[in-house]
């Protein structure tokens, strides 16, 4: 079936220090993949998403690049801050374009980020 | 993207009682989706709803349940019935948007 898997969290980093978060989706076809965040208290926003193979998607420093051959789309940041403490969500979703779909989102079990100071 | 609304946006009730969430977009739209946050879980979607037609439930999830209506192309409700503790979640709607999926802020639920 379809799946994503992203890493076991929690994840600490100290300010500046570089951020991976790996995800990687079992899919038939060719989906879209998309990172959420969740701030503490707030509701899901979505962070950025690619939509094809090759495509990076890049919003606040976050970056993460539709790798179809490893089936993956890590997310990284080259220096976190202490406000991008949240949790994160690696989803797909087959959207509006596929015409089988219903358009839902299937979400990893979500990996959750604290920058200290 | 679409602005959604929802509420409440908590509630505590007690177990046996219902809960009605509504939905409320600023756009028209096609579907609407009904999802449960778990504590420390990821999202799971309860149902698609589409305007007009019964909402199509994923596995694990029952009409009896949670009973979903769809009156019109920019509101929804979610109700959570005969409500124990093990339903004590967020409960969020999503629409689809072109941008990837737009969200209300969730209702969180707790059920004593």
């Known amino acids: 079936g379809n799946s994503v898997t992203q890493m076991e969290g929690p994840v600490t980093l100290s300010e500046e220090a570089f951020l991976t978060i790996n995800c990687t989706y079992t899919a038939t076809g060719y989906p879209s993949l998309f990172w959420y965040v969740q701030y503490p208290g707030e509701g899901l926003q979505l962070l950025l998403k690619a939509t094809k193979a090759d495509d990076k998607g890049s919003n606040k420093g976050f970056e993460a690049t539709y790798r179809k051959e490893t089936t993956s789309f890590h997310l990284e940041k080259g220096s976190v801050q202490v406000s991008d403490s949240a949790v994160y969500f690696c989803a797909l979703s087959w959207g509006m374009n596929y015409g089988g779909s219903q358009g839902n989102l299937i979400f990893g079990k979500g990996t959750k980020l604290s920058v200290k100071p | 993207s679409a602005v959604i609304s929802q509420k409440p946006s908590r509630d505590i009730c007690q177990r046996g009682t219902s809960l009605t969430i509504q939905c409320q977009v600023d756009?028209?739209?096609?579907?609407m989706f009904w999802y449960r946050q778990q504590p420390g879980q990821s999202l799971t979607l309860i149902a698609t709803a589409n305007q007009g037609s019964e909402a199509t439930y994923e596995s694990g999830f029952v009409i009896d349940k949670f009973p979903i209506s769809r009156p019109n192309l920019t509101f929804s409700t979610l109700t959570v019935s005969n409500m124990s503790p093990e339903d004590s979640s967020i409960y969020l709607c999503?629409?689809?948007?072109?941008?990837?999926?737009?969200f209300g802020q969730g209702t969180r639920l707790t059920v004593v």
């Open positions: 756009s028209q739209v096609t579907m």
């Open positions: 999503s629409v689809e948007d072109p941008r990837g999926g737009a």
